[in-house]
């Protein structure tokens, strides 16, 4: 039976959605083309259809997952973002939470084709992150600088948290420290 180009579109965005949680559960080497394929629902062979490579298909999913963490990021203000994102159901949820949390340790390793997805996907967090009313004396690179700053310090907090036993005090006093501390350093404009 023929599949229309509209079913097709559809099983394709399916693969990256599956892979793109696979990928954030298990890292890029913890997953391989026929076992993702079979949790999309499809034969490995239908793979090829879709994508040149496996690395494609890391691309895809990193910018897939990487879209949606900036639309879960959209309206929040530094505080909302740094209590969401630094929370233990964000440290538990690997599959749904952050890409950069989950992969930019692997992505370091891989084609420039993934590691340009994850520095347009940084820069994209850094614009949704940037204060809309930024006070007028205040140096944009100053907040660049912060914002760059707050990114790396809530993403490491999860990376280190989640290297540590789920249920191990460590792995909770990692986010409640940093939390914290990054919360103490965002000025007034940034919080509201």
Same mark, same amino acid.
């Given at each position: ?34 076992? /993702? ?20 298909? !890391? ?10 963490? /900036? ?12 209590? /969401? ?39 994209? !967090? /850094? ?42 005090p460590l792995a909770d006093e990692i986010l409640e420290v940093c939390r914290e501390k990054i919360l103490a350093t965002l000025s007034p404009s940034q919080a509201t």
């Open positions: 039976m023929r599949v229309t180009k509209a079913q097709a579109q559809a099983n394709r965005a399916h693969i990256v959605e599956t892979a793109s949680a696979l990928f954030r559960e298990r890292g890029y080497d913890g997953v391989g083309v026929a076992e /993702l394929m079979a949790a999309a629902g499809f034969t490995h062979g239908g793979f090829y259809k879709h994508f040149r490579s496996k690395a494609d298909l !890391m691309a895809e999913a990193a910018a897939s997952g990487l879209s949606q963490s /900036l639309v879960n990021s959209a309206g929040l203000d530094a505080t909302e973002f740094v209590n /969401l994102y630094m929370s233990r159901d964000h440290r538990d949820g690997r599959s749904v939470g952050c890409t950069m949390a989950a992969l930019c340790g692997d992505a370091a390793r891989q084609s420039e084709e993934v590691k340009a997805t994850f520095a347009d996907g940084i820069e994209s !967090m /850094l614009a949704v992150l940037e204060p809309e009313d930024s006070l007028d004396d205040v140096d944009p690179h100053t907040v660049r600088a912060q914002m760059i700053d707050m990114l790396a310090h809530v993403v490491g907090a999860v990376v280190l948290s989640r290297a540590c036993p789920d249920d191990s």
